[in-house]
Each structure stands twice: as C-alpha cells, then as structure tokens.
C-alpha cells in the first residue's frame, strides 16, 4: 500500500540519535556505523515527529509503498521516545538528605539515549562509567562524579552497536577536558574502556584516558 512513511538520508545523518529519542513508537534506531535506520514499516506512523529534531535534515516523510502502520505493534518499542529521555540540565543538590547528595547534573545519562550534541557536554570533564559501579562504589558521587557529565553503559549487556561512533562524536563535536573511564573488576566490563579508547582515536584528539576499576566489595583499584 501507498502511505506516508520517514526516509533517512545516510550521507547526511551524523548519528546524533536525536530522531530515536523523539519518535515514541520506537521506529527508528541507530545501526552498527552509527546512522539512523528505520526498524520496521509498521513501527512508523508517518507523521515526521523526528524531523523537527533532526540538525541535517536527514530526514524526511516520503509517500512510498510500506507495509501499513500497526499500533499495536509499534508500542512496545516505544523506550525510544520516553518523554523522561528529554535532554535537561541541573545543579546538585542534596534534598535533604541524610546519604548525601546527588552530584548528577543531568538527564538521561544512558549512551544509548544521550545526544552528543546535548549542551553540557560543550565543556566538560566526562565520566564514562560501567552500570553496576555506581551500586558498587559508595563514593561514587563525591568520588568519581561530582563535576563531570556523566555517560553510563554495560559492554555485556547493551546492543554496543553504535556506542564508539556516538562517543567519538560526542568528543569531536565538544571541549571536552578529561574522560575517566569507571568500571568493574570483572573481565567483561573492560570492554568499556576499549570502546572509549577507540572513541578518542576516531575523534582525532589527543586527550588522556584515566581508568578507576571498582572491586565487586566497593574497593577501589
């Protein structure tokens, strides 16, 4: 059937995710070099939200033949689009509690739903740290992330797809100061640190990789 449905120009898409986070039925999504894909016809209603968001115009609405939209379908992939995914800048603050503050001074903080255009990384000292040492290291705030622009992931867990072009973007396209590289003692969290080394590679500059290694007990190596 004919219907309206997005097209993606890969020459100008710069793999900002901009589009994924913005399209709530989930129908878009970055692929292995980092480009904005469409996942399936049915997940895309036609209707361009995306396109506003979109800082190349990479994107447009065509009238082509595509399987129909189906709603049902679509909504469980619907993560993308969360409204809590919107980019948003913050002070500290310790809300009264007991514990301490919280030093995060943004949102979201997960590398698949950052932008690398989003305004506090234009000058920033970035952390990129494994899920789990947050939970692990009970300094983890006054220690490792107060002051810094915070990006998290799991190289075993997460679809790492995408991840090294969306960092060296993120590095190419900022001042970034310095990148401290948090992860787990346990072997398979190294991939972290590879995957940010490659980052600073392909981003062209020259900026020193400090590594903290948290053990399973809390203690820092």
């Known amino acids: 059937m004919n219907r309206k449905i997005i097209e993606i120009d890969r020459e100008l898409c710069n793999g900002c995710s901009r589009c994924t986070t913005a399209c709530a039925e989930g129908a878009l ?3 292995g070099e980092g480009k904005a894909v469409l996942v399936k ?11 506003d968001v979109c800082p190349t115009g990479a994107l447009k609405v065509v009238e082509k033949d595509a399987a129909a939209y189906d709603e049902g379908a679509a909504k469980p992939h619907s993560h993308a689009g969360c409204p809590g995914s919107m980019a948003r800048a913050f002070t500290p603050t310790d809300h009264g509690q007991a514990g301490g503050r919280s030093e995060l001074s ?14 506090y990384f234009r000058e920033c000292d970035l952390l990129v740290a494994a899920d789990c040492t947050a939970f692990a290291l009970g300094g983890f705030h006054a220690e490792l992330l107060r002051g810094k622009a915070l990006v998290i992931a799991c190289p075993k867990l997460d679809r790492t ?9 993120l590095i190419k396209g900022n001042t970034v100061y310095s990148i401290t590289v948090a992860t787990m003692e346990v072997p398979c969290c190294s991939g ?6 490659e980052a600073v590679e392909r981003s062209g500059k020259s900026i020193a990789i400090k590594t903290v290694v948290v053990g399973i007990q ?3 190596r």
């Open 192 to 197: 972290l640190s590879r995957i940010v080394a």
């Open 29 to 31: 999504e970055l692929d």
């Open 218 to 220: 809390g203690q820092r």
């Open 161 to 169: 797809e995408g991840y090294v072009e969306k960092l060296a973007e």
């Open 41 to 51: 016809d049915i997940y895309c209603d036609g209707l361009g939200a995306c396109l």
């Open 106 to 119: 943004q949102w979201p903080i997960q590398l698949h739903l950052v932008s690398p255009a989003a305004p």
